[in-house]
């Protein structure tokens, strides 16, 4: 075959590419693609002898690798039970005396392999990759026939993880064949250190004795290592050593690999396979006089910025179509500054997790939970793919850390209530025998692979029982529950504590980080679809101005099917957090700066217009990338006076940046603007160069205390509440905020009437100003129909999919997905104005709809603002405005609808405004 033609058969492949590139051998054959597939449903197939009978009528088709469940698949039939796969093909190895391996890499839940009517193997457990010995029962002259039974029940004690999202049914990640010589490299472990000193333990598997030369070539050639081995027939431990001169260190700010090979050369032939190492050390550490750790790569501090990761593809479920897929979600997670994901009670695919290790990003893997009790063969089966997941993923220099459990799920011997709790009623199925169990894992898991973090549960019920790290999960929402509970949280952690531990067990000196946080959970009914920049942004802050903690975990990188708090949409499409309207060129990545200034003050506070306010200021470093050097912290206080950014005072501080941790700086003294506003206090952490290492920021509602408000602009104001309308004709209409905001769906218009001050007061009036705040307004099915809550149970918890527009708190933040109207505005029926308002946006940007919000766990339209509009009356209708004084003002929407924001609601502090001079 020609390149070319091979070339273009080979993009017909779905996920074409050799699937462990972290353990590579070059004679192989993709078996991804188009099977013949039949379900099962009475499991009659092996006793009518399917796996032998070449006519057996396969009555559809399904594309490997990809679960039956899944859309990709082509079945797309959510199924529990058997289905049997058939596929015939020729091929053989380049060189004629090589053994074949059909291998998968991953089976959901138990298998079994026939070859030409013959038994190749069985196995069971649903992410662990195996491989078959097919030699015997292939035949290289002539067409072989592959066949693969699969059952999938989720049974009790299947690790099934949190498949609710979309199931893993039977084959869903790749297949493929592979030849080698009669001797060959099962697998090696490499363990590296920051000397350069790289110890490798390697498994050669030879079916005679004799002897052979092991030869290691990483770094194009410029580290050699080669052993002479005398091997004998079965399974040979080979354990070596070298050394790599001037070692360059990986971190997920320098990704390097060590790229090369091993071969295994001797009389049978020669084994070559691919792979890579990284040299790094993971630990923990104390430093200065604390008496706590804080978590370490390659010897100094690191603070995690993580992210939950679902790790879930809506056409192919936990299947990515694509390798290109993979490699962008490691770009997408890089792009906001974090530096590590956790990888949610389920092990990566290899080839994502080589995305991870090329460009540079921590790990923190799973292993899957039991959705039964911790019987007997539950923890067998738990045991035996938690051991295949280590083994398979231990050379990936990205992952530190290894979690054998999460929230206590599959521990429990009796009912729990899911989420966070103290109460100790609710925590007795956690039994004292199972918690030993867990021990037992923890320690395990340290002996399988002393070079990492080991986590024995990852906790909302406050019952970790040994760990080297103590986290902790929270779901709380509203800016004082959340500063007291993380307070609480670090003054009840210390050596000898028995906060977060159970059962008679206390707290180490280990590392203290959250590992579940968000607020996604912290409302009533859940949050729904609704902004998160604004909690987020003060979070953030909470987190960084305490020196014990060293990292968190976000919930969660992308929205899935329930849980609507990614950073991204499912599809990957953006969201706008909105910060760069506060600190131009401030993003995400902003907040998870290792060096960082923290305000110490809420995300928006009420005060008096001219009032001089005192800020905390915060420094925390988490990298020696400054230290010793002088940094700057650059602030302004500004506002916007009806579209004007005005700055009302400004400022640098310089900090002499040296030592890791957090400690106070010089605090500011800020003084606000003379009218009513939304001032802005801003900041910038410059280093000498003048970059901006990080920015942030709060916001102040400046409240003159007048009726009619007090701006900066010639004339006087007629100010009138949104809520004040004499008339409306929407299709549905209702208040928000506390009455502070107006919406009209589709069609309509709202009438108001206003009365303009009388010649006594005003002697003339020559211009006439309109201005208001509005936005396009998208209707939901609960502003129609009502709102509907749905149970949050386990069910829902593995996955169950939501109708989010009937969730009382939803309301769309701001994405790619526009919702456009128009508003005419008219005075006296004569129309003056129109203005387009693209969308119907909310996020941090809107701080008074925040700012007003009654109650921390629900949400009334959070966030949610609107465009400034500005329209001038005509001269000659001024001139008969200036005699009547009296004005019929309407604002008519098109079908895209209007919400008008007051003073108390959206971005601009103002009601309805008529500036008349």
Not at 862 to 869: E, F, N, T, V
């Amino acid at each position: 075959m020609s390149t070319q033609a091979l070339s273009s058969s080979m993009t017909t492949i779905p996920r074409p590419e050799y699937p462990r590139p972290d353990w590579q051998r070059t004679d192989w054959l993709n078996l991804n693609g188009v099977w013949s597939f039949r379900f099962d449903p009475d499991n009659e197939g092996i006793s009518q002898t399917w796996h032998t009978k070449n006519e057996i009528a396969y009555d559809s088709e399904i594309t490997v690798p990809f679960s039956w469940s899944s859309p990709l698949s082509g079945i797309g039939k959510d199924d529990k039970g058997i289905g049997w796969y058939r596929r015939s093909l020729q091929w053989k190895p380049s060189e004629s005396d090589s053994r074949i391996f059909l291998r998968f890499g991953a089976v959901d839940y138990a298998c079994d392999v026939w070859i030409n009517g013959t038994h190749a193997g069985a196995h069971k457990g649903g992410y662990g990759t195996f491989e078959f010995d097919v030699t015997d029962a292939w035949a290289a002259d002539r067409e072989n026939m592959i066949v693969v039974r699969a059952e999938d029940y989720d049974n009790d004690y299947q690790a099934r993880g949190k498949q609710g999202y979309g199931e893993i049914r039977g084959i869903w990640q790749p297949v493929w064949l592979e030849a080698r010589p009669q001797a060959y490299v099962r697998d090696a472990k490499f363990v590296t250190s920051m000397d350069g000193r790289v110890e490798v333990t390697a498994s050669v598997i030879a079916h005679e004795e004799g002897e052979a030369e092991l030869s290691l070539s990483f770094a194009e050639g410029s580290i050699r290592h080669t052993e002479a081995l005398k091997l004998t027939a079965g399974e040979n431990k080979v354990t070596t050593s070298f050394i790599v001169n001037d070692p360059q260190l990986w971190s997920p700010e320098t990704p390097h690999l060590y790229e090369g090979e091993l071969r295994l050369s001797g009389g049978f032939g020669t084994d070559v396979v691919s792979t890579y190492f990284g040299i790094r050390e993971i630990g923990t550490a104390r430093f200065g006089d604390r008496g706590y750790r804080w978590i370490t790569l390659n010897g100094k501090p690191v603070y995690l910025n993580g992210t939950l990761d679902q790790s879930y593809h809506p056409t192919g479920y936990f299947t990515y179509p694509s390798d290109e897929e993979m490699r962008d979600e490691i770009y997408l997670m890089k792009r906001l500054g974090l530096n590590f994901v956790r990888i949610h009670i389920k092990p990566e695919e290899p080839r994502k997790l080589y995305w991870a290790d090329k460009l540079g990003i921590l790990v923190m893997e799973d292993m899957p939970c039991f959705w039964g009790k911790p019987d007997e063969t539950a923890r067998v089966s738990y045991e035996s793919e938690a051991l295949e997941i280590i083994d398979r993923d231990y050379n990936h220099p990205s992952i530190f850390s290894w979690v054998m459990f999460n929230e206590t799920w599959g521990l429990m011997s009796g009912e729990m209530t899911p989420g966070l709790t103290s109460d100790i009623t609710k925590r007795t199925g956690y039994q004292p025998q199972t918690q030993e169990w867990v021990r037992e894992k923890y320690r395990w898991a340290k002996q399988l692979d002393p070079t990492r973090i080991i986590e024995d549960n990852s906790p909302c019920n406050w019952d970790h029982v040994e760990s080297d790290i103590n986290t902790w999960h929270f779901y709380i929402n509203g800016y004082d529950e959340v500063r007291a509970h993380v307070s609480e949280v670090v003054d009840k952690t210390f050596p000898g504590s028995d906060f977060n531990y159970i059962g008679g067990n206390v707290q180490s000196d280990a590392p203290l980080m959250n590992s579940e946080c968000g607020n996604v959970w912290g409302i009533e009914g859940g949050a729904g679809d609704s902004d998160l920049a604004w909690h987020y942004r003060y979070m953030m802050n909470e987190f960084r101005r305490h020196d014990k903690m060293c990292g968190f975990v976000f919930t969660e990188f992308r929205d899935v099917t329930n849980e609507f708090n990614g950073y991204y949409r499912l599809d990957g499409s953006d969201k706008y957090f909105g910060y760069e309207a506060f600190v131009p060129g401030m993003t995400l990545a902003d907040l998870h700066s290792p060096d960082f200034i923290v305000i110490d003050a809420p995300p928006s506070q009420t005060v008096h217009a001219g009032a001089d306010v005192t800020v905390q200021l915060l420094r925390s470093s988490f990298s020696d990338r400054h230290h010793g050097q002088t940094l700057k912290v650059e602030w302004e206080l500004w506002y916007d006076s009806l579209g004007t950014r005005r700055v009302a005072d400004s400022g640098v501080i310089e900090e002499a940046w040296n030592g890791y941790g957090v400690a106070p700086i010089a605090p500011l003294t800020v003084r606000m603007p003379k009218q009513d506003a939304v001032a802005v206090l801003a900041i910038r952490l410059v280093n000498e160069s003048g970059e901006a290492l990080m920015r942030n920021f709060v916001t102040f509602d400046v409240r003159s205390g007048q009726a009619n408000g007090v701006y900066d602009a010639e004339g006087g104001f007629v100010s009138i509440p949104a809520g004040d309308f004499s008339d409306q004709s929407f299709d549905h209409q209702w208040n928000a905020i506390q009455g502070a905001k107006v919406n009209g769906v589709r069609k309509g218009q709202f009438v108001y009437e206003v009365k303009l001050p009388d010649h006594a007061a005003q002697e003339t009036i020559g211009s006439i100003e309109i201005l208001f705040e509005a936005s396009a307004k998208r209707v939901l099915a609960r502003n129609v129909e009502g709102s509907k809550e749905q149970e949050i149970g386990v069910n829902y918890m593995h996955g169950a999919a939501a109708n989010v527009e009937y969730n009382p708190n939803t309301y769309y933040m701001t994405d790619d997905e526009k919702h456009e109207s128009r508003v005419h505005v008219l005075i006296d029926g004569e129309r003056i104005g129109t203005f387009v308002l693209p969308d119907d946006p909310a996020d941090s940007r809107g701080v008074l709809s925040w700012h007003y919000q009654p109650a921390a766990k629900q949400l009334d339209e959070a966030g949610s603002y609107g465009y400034l509009c500005k329209a001038t009356v005509p001269g000659r209708l001024a001139a008969k405005l200036d005699r009547s004084r009296s004005v019929r003002l309407e604002l008519q929407a098109d079908e895209g609808g209007i919400a008008l924001y007051g003073r108390n609601a959206g971005r601009y502090p103002i009601d309805l405004l008529i500036r008349y001079s």
